[in-house]
C-alpha cells in the first residue's frame, strides 16, 4: 500500500506563502496521478489541484488558479503544491492523495491519502 505523508502546513498572514510538501513511505509509483485536496470542519472535502504520472498536465479549483502550483518529483516520490497569495478562505486541513489507474478531480475516486497537514491564514 502507498504511504503518503504531508508536510509545511502553517499559520501564514494573507498575502503569504506556504509550499507543502507530500512524501512517500512506502513504495510509490510515477505514472499514479496525484492530488491535493482540502477540507475544513462540518465541509465535504474539496479538489484543489491534480498533476497526471508524468507531470506534464494540471489542472486546478477555480478558487486558487492563478495562486497555487502543483508539481513532483518522480525520482523523489514527491509532490508540492505552492501556495502564493493566499487567503483566510484557504484555510483548511490539506491532503495529499493518489489515483492508481485514471485521470481524476474526484475524491472519491482516489485511492491513497495522507493524514493531513493544517494551513491557517489569518487576516
Known amino acids: 500500500q502507498v504511504q503518503l505523508v504531508e508536510s509545511g502546513g502553517g499559520l501564514v498572514q494573507a498575502g503569504g506563502s506556504l509550499r507543502l510538501s507530500c512524501a512517500s513511505r512506502?513504495?510509490?509509483?510515477?505514472?499514479?496521478?496525484m492530488g491535493w485536496f482540502r477540507q475544513v470542519p462540518g465541509k465535504e472535502r474539496e479538489f484543489v489541484a491534480a498533476?497526471?504520472?508524468?507531470?506534464?498536465?494540471?489542472d486546478y479549483t477555480r478558487s486558487v488558479t492563478g495562486r497555487f502550483s502543483i508539481s513532483r518529483d518522480n525520482a523523489a516520490d514527491m509532490v508540492f503544491l505552492q501556495m502564493n497569495n493566499l487567503k483566510p478562505e484557504d484555510t483548511a486541513v490539506y491532503f495529499c492523495a493518489a489515483e492508481r489507474v485514471n485521470w481524476s478531480t474526484r475524491a472519491e475516486d482516489y485511492d491513497y491519502w495522507g493524514q493531513g497537514t493544517q494551513v491557517t491564514v489569518s487576516s
Open positions: 498533476i497526471d504520472g508524468g507531470g506534464r498536465t494540471t
Open positions: 512506502g513504495r510509490t509509483f510515477p505514472m499514479y496521478t
